[in-house]
T-cell receptor
Framework: GQNIDQPTEMTATEGAIVQINCTYQ??????LFWYQQHAGEAPTFLSY????GLEEKGRFSSFLSRSKGYSYLLLKELQMKDSASYLC??????????FGAGTRLAVHP | DSGVTQTPKHLITATGQRVTLRCSPR?????VYWYQQSLDQGLQFLIQ???????AKGNILERFSAQQFPDLHSELNLSSLELGDSALYFC??????????????????FGPGTRLLVL
C-alpha cells in the first residue's frame, strides 16, 4: 500500500524554528510537495522536491531523502500567521498525488 | 487567489438528494482534480481529468461521478447523498497531467472549496 506519516500536532513559539517531518512508503516516487492549509481554506503550495537535498525559499525550507523515504519542512522566524496545517503529499504509483493527514502547527507568542 | 474558481461556496441539502459542484480551472490549465476533505481528515483524491478525458481515479464512490467539458470546466456530481458525504470538496488544476512523468514540477493550484452539508 501507500502510506504517508506526519505528526498530528506541533506547537512552537513565535520567532523560533520548527521542523515538521514526513515519512512515506509508496510504490513509486515522482516528487514530494508541501502545502499549507489554514482552517476552512484551500491548500496553498509551499515547495516541491524531487531530488535529494535541501530547497530553500525564504523562511521555509524543505529537505528530501529518497533512500530513507523522508522529508521535512523547516519554518524559521515563526510568525503567528504560520499557525496552520502543513500537508505532505507524494506523487506515488500511477502518478497519483497522495496527501498525508497533515500536521497542525500552533504558534504561540 | 489561485485563479481556480468553485461554485457554490456552501451547499446544504438532505439525504438522498443529488448535487452538482462546479469548478473552473486556471487559464491555460488542462488538468482538473477533485478532492474530498472530511472534518479532521486529510485530502482524499477522488478523480482527475486531463483535457476532457478521465486520467486517474482515487477513492471515488460509485454514487459520485465527474466530467470535464470542452471549455475545461469540470463538474462533480454527488447522488444518493448520505450524512457521511458532508465535507469540503476541493478542485485543483495544473497545467499538464501528473501522468506526464516525473522530474518536473507539476504544482496543483486549489480552488476555495465547496462546503457540503448533508442533513
Amino acid at each position: 500500500g501507500q502510506n504517508i506519516d506526519q505528526p498530528t500536532e506541533m506547537t512552537a513559539t513565535e520567532g523560533a524554528i520548527v521542523q515538521i517531518n514526513c515519512t512515506y512508503q509508496t510504490s513509486g516516487f515522482n516528487g514530494l510537495f508541501w502545502y499549507q492549509q489554514h482552517a476552512g481554506e484551500a491548500p496553498t503550495f509551499l515547495s516541491y522536491n524531487v531530488l535529494d537535498g535541501l530547497e530553500e525559499k525564504g523562511r521555509f525550507s524543505s529537505f528530501l531523502s529518497r533512500s530513507k523515504g523522508y522529508s521535512y519542512l523547516l519554518l524559521k522566524e515563526l510568525q503567528m500567521k504560520d499557525s496552520a496545517s502543513y500537508l505532505c503529499a507524494v506523487i506515488g504509483g500511477y502518478n497519483k498525488l497522495i496527501f498525508g493527514a497533515g500536521t497542525r502547527l500552533a504558534v504561540h507568542p | 487567489d489561485s485563479g481556480v474558481t468553485q461554485t457554490p461556496k456552501h451547499l446544504i441539502t438532505a439525504t438522498g438528494q443529488r448535487v452538482t459542484l462546479r469548478c473552473s480551472p486556471r487559464s491555460g490549465d488542462l488538468s482538473v482534480y477533485w478532492y474530498q476533505q472530511s472534518l479532521d481528515q486529510g485530502l482524499q483524491f477522488l478523480i482527475q481529468y486531463y483535457n476532457g478525458e478521465e486520467r486517474a481515479k482515487g477513492n471515488i464512490l460509485e454514487r459520485f461521478s465527474a466530467q470535464q467539458f470542452p471549455d475545461l470546466h469540470s463538474e462533480l456530481n454527488l447522488s444518493s447523498l448520505e450524512l457521511g458525504d458532508s465535507a469540503l470538496y476541493f478542485c485543483a488544476s495544473s497545467q499538464r497531467s501528473l501522468a506526464g512523468g516525473g522530474g518536473f514540477q507539476e504544482t496543483q493550484y486549489f480552488g476555495p472549496g465547496t462546503r457540503l452539508l448533508v442533513l
